[in-house]
Every structure is written in structure tokens, then in C-alpha cells.
């Protein structure tokens, strides 16, 4: 798809390998619409970790799969979480089985389809908001998009084996959105952490949990793992992933006494985005760290839908 005020922004993804058993497909933008995935295989069978945004990125990826195992040992595909950019290429595997968490998989019906992101890039509305979704997104065609849900779920953890390989599902609960996954693989060192992670930009926060961001990047760190794939952007390490959890605490703080002391929403995270944003790319996500800061100290009425997360981070841009 080609909008006329479209940013013409591009990645070069590539297939890296981890360990023996571990690949990671990584982008060299972490902007919008480019995210990682993760491949395991072992003695002839093999697990995805994610597709991409579109049926050509993800065709892209499974290329780079055929180099390491044929797309018939793909016996399954984990899906750290619902978004589109993680999920709308599950339709190029339709023999493997789909897993994710109960609480990802409760989610979807609440996210934003292929169709409805479409029109909005096609739109001629005005504002801010509307600027913003074609500027980031305009680039992407999403012709042909079926969205596959997820065909098997779990809560807590499960163990599967792919070959000879011991691959961990822990189910992260509530952060960036309604319900995270992570795909740990414990003799490579190795864990697929979805959005959980952002790797030199700001963390977009869906579900009105801040906290739940904390704890999952803690959750991660006790897996006791070297290596770390964001949902977006490069490779981190345990420091990496202490950095990003010491961020959020330093936020989850500041809007929480803001909220304390009746600092309205708006005015807060221009606060903290003025305090908080250092280099990372997207400050204008603080908004969404805010609000759900504000929602967890019981301040009624916050943002909750796809446009009103929108319409607050645009406000945080010049």
C-alpha cells in the first residue's frame, strides 16, 4: 500500500543464529510494524516465535526459514501476543498449531483488524491522530490478510519439546497487552520475550498495567537467560533487560504520585516525557506508560481504546 503522505521508512530483517537449536529474525529499525520473531528447531521439527505484519514480510521470513529446516517441520507458532505485526502472517502456516496464553487469546477480538487499519491509513480524516497512524503505518499493505486466531492455549507455564530441545511457554500475564507470552529455551540461554521487551524505544502499554511491565521484565530475569529478543529492535542482554525494568519502576513512581496529587493526565506525561524520554525512539508511549500508571492508582475514566492511546501520544508530539 502507498498513501501519499506514507514515511517511506524500510528494514532489512535477517536470520541470525543463537546457539545450535536457536535463530532470531531481527529488523534494523525498531520503528513501528517491525518486529522480531524466533525460530527453534531440532531433529527435523521446529517452532516459530511470531510472524510479521504483512503476508509479504512474512514470506520473507519463512524464506530464511527454508534455509535452516523445510516449512513442513514448523509444527507450531507461538504468539508472544495479538498484535498484528506478530501475528498477521499465521496464515502461511495453516498445518501448524497457533499457541498462546488464555489471556492473549482473549484478547484478540479487541484488537484492531487488517481492514480497519487499512481504511484508517486510506482516510482522509484530519488531526493529529490520523497524521500519525499513516505516517507509521501508510507503508505497510496488508492485501490478503486473513487474521488466524490461536488454535491451543495454556496459563502459567508449559513445557513443550521441539526434537531435542526443551522449549519453556511462560505466560507473562497483563503488560503490553492484555496478555504477554514468553518462549524461554533454557540450554541455549535463550528467551523470545514478544513486546515484554523493547530494545532502544519506549514501551507501548496496552492493558493499563505498568506494573505488570515490571514484573514481567523480572520474570524474565529470573529465567537466568543471557539473551534476550525484543519484540522490536536489538538483541539484549541481562543488563539490558534490568535497564529497561529500572525504567519503568522510575516512571511507574513519577505517575504515581502525579495521580496522587490530582496532576491531570495530560499534564503529567508532558511531565514525564520532559524528565523520562532520554534517546529512546517513541516518547510520545510515556503517554500510554502514564495512563496506565493513573489506572492502576484508580483514577477513573482513562484512556483505554486503540484511538484514545492515539490521540494521547500525539499530544506528546510536536
Not at 481492514?115 to 499513516?134: N, P, R
Not at 529465567?223 to 539484549?236: D, I
Request: net charge negative; glycine share 10%; charged share 15%.
Amino acid at each position: 500500500m502507498n498513501t501519499p503522505h506514507a514515511r517511506s521508512t524500510s528494514s532489512s530483517p535477517a536470520l541470525r543464529r543463537l546457539s545450535e537449536a536457536t535463530w532470531t529474525w531481527t529488523h534494523d529499525s525498531n520503528d513501528w510494524g517491525y518486529s522480531n520473531a524466533g525460530l527453534i528447531a531440532s531433529q527435523g521439527q521446529a517452532m516459530l516465535v511470531d510472524t510479521q505484519f504483512t503476508l509479504d514480510s512474512t514470506q520473507q521470513l519463512l524464506d530464511a526459514v527454508e534455509g535452516v529446516c523445510p516449512l513442513d517441520a514448523v509444527g507450531s507458532v507461538v504468539s508472544t501476543h495479538q498484535n498484528g505485526d506478530h501475528t498477521w502472517g499465521n496464515q502461511l502456516l495453516p498445518r501448524a498449531e497457533i499457541i498462546t496464553s488464555v489471556a492473549s487469546a482473549a484478547g484478540t477480538c479487541h484488537e484492531m483488524g487488517p481492514d480497519q487499519l487499512t481504511q484508517l491509513c486510506w482516510s482522509t480524516a484530519e488531526g493529529k491522530a490520523a497524521a500519525y497512524v499513516v505516517e507509521h503505518f501508510g507503508r505497510f499493505d496488508f492485501s490478503g490478510v486473513t487474521v488466524v486466531p490461536p488454535t491451543r492455549t495454556f496459563e502459567g507455564r508449559e513445557e513443550i519439546r521441539v526434537g531435542e530441545v526443551l522449549v519453556e511457554l511462560i505466560d507473562l500475564g497483563a503488560g503490553h497487552s492484555a496478555g504477554d507470552v514468553a518462549v524461554h529455551v533454557p540450554d541455549a540461554g535463550v528467551v523470545y520475550a514478544g513486546d515484554a521487551l523493547f530494545s532502544g524505544g519506549h514501551m507501548m502499554v496496552w492493558s493499563q498495567s505498568l506494573s505488570g511491565c515490571i514484573r514481567a521484565c523480572q520474570t524474565l530475569l529470573d529465567t537466568r537467560a543471557e539473551v534476550f529478543v525484543p519484540g522490536h529492535g536489538t538483541l539484549l542482554d541481562r543488563a539490558g533487560v534490568a535497564g529497561i525494568r529500572d525504567q519503568l519502576s522510575v516512571v511507574a513512581d513519577a505517575a504515581g504520585s502525579y495521580a496522587q496529587r490530582g496532576v491531570p493526565l495530560a499534564d503529567a506525561a508532558h511531565l514525564i516525557k520532559a524528565a523520562y524520554a532520554g534517546s529512546w525512539a517513541h516518547p510520545e508511549r510515556l503517554f500510554t506508560q502514564t495512563a496506565a500508571a493513573y489506572a492502576e492508582a484508580g483514577i477513573p475514566g482513562m484512556p483505554s481504546s486503540t484511538w484514545e492511546m492515539l490521540e494521547g501520544m500525539v499530544s506528546l508530539t510536536p
